[in-house]
């Protein structure tokens, strides 16, 4: 399998669930991301990982947690949501956090809580 | 406020003809843009991108022109194909010294090419 590789496709959770996103590349890439879509809005950058550390969070509240374990898999840990966090999650890597590094996306998980 | 801003959420094009989606930004130390597409169920794919050193990239029938005076930049898709339509996202960042984390993206001008 190549690219990058999301599920499940599709979530829907409760607010008092507790959840994971995982993600998956196959292209030898050092820097991995999570972006939220929400409706009518820009794509907005989570967390980004560089070889597996932590370089950037966006000021992500506490309910959604990352976890890299190394350079190929991210998870996106979620627990005690809102109903305002439905949105498309995009995981998406790149070579490396270079500025002109193109993005690699997934299919994204369309999530839902209820 | 939105540093990078497509003002057409949509626009509709005849096979054959050009299409023309429109970028504007706020940020002067924006120096490399990039356009992504995305089909519906799918996550975004890279398309093609200039730095700001230039004024014109080519790549096939995609062309993207930079008018950095006007901080506009606009992707050119000709001819115009049905499997163009999509959505089209403009992205800028920081190429020195910047990084992804520093790519700011536009909500997008979904394109529809009819046959």
């Known amino acids: 399998e190549t690219g990058v590789t999301q599920t499940p496709r599709h979530l829907v959770m409760g607010m008092t669930n507790k959840k994971s996103l995982k993600c998956e590349q196959h292209l030898g890439h050092n820097a991995m991301y999570w972006y939220k879509q929400s409706a009518k809005k820009p794509l907005e950058l989570m967390f980004v990982?560089?070889?597996?550390?932590?370089?950037e969070n966006n000021s992500v509240p506490s309910r959604f947690s990352p976890e890299c374990p190394n350079s190929s898999h991210l998870f996106l840990h979620l627990h005690t949501l809102q109903p305002e966090d439905s949105a498309l999650y995009l995981c998406?890597?790149?070579?490396?956090?270079?500025?002109?590094?193109?993005?690699?996306f997934g299919n994204g998980t369309r999530l839902t809580v209820t | 406020d939105q540093q990078v801003k497509q003002n057409s959420p949509s626009l509709s094009v005849q096979e054959g003809r050009i299409s023309i989606l429109n970028c504007d930004y706020t940020n002067s130390m924006f120096d490399y843009f990039l356009w992504y597409k995305k089909y519906p169920a799918e996550g975004p794919t890279f398309l093609i991108s200039?730095?700001?050193?230039?004024d014109k990239n080519e790549d096939g029938r995609f062309t993207v022109f930079l008018n950095k005076s006007a901080k506009h930049l606009s992707l050119h898709i000709v001819p115009s194909q049905p499997g163009d339509s999509a959505v089209y996202f403009c992205?800028?960042?920081?190429?020195?010294?910047?990084?992804?984390?520093?790519?700011?993206f536009g909500k997008g001008t979904k394109l529809s090419v009819k046959p």
């Open positions: 998406a890597s790149s070579q490396d956090t270079g500025g002109n590094s193109p993005l690699h």
């Open positions: 990982y560089s070889l597996e550390e932590r370089v």
């Open positions: 992205a800028a960042s920081l190429y020195y010294g910047g990084s992804q984390g520093n790519l700011i």
């Open positions: 200039i730095s700001s050193i230039k």
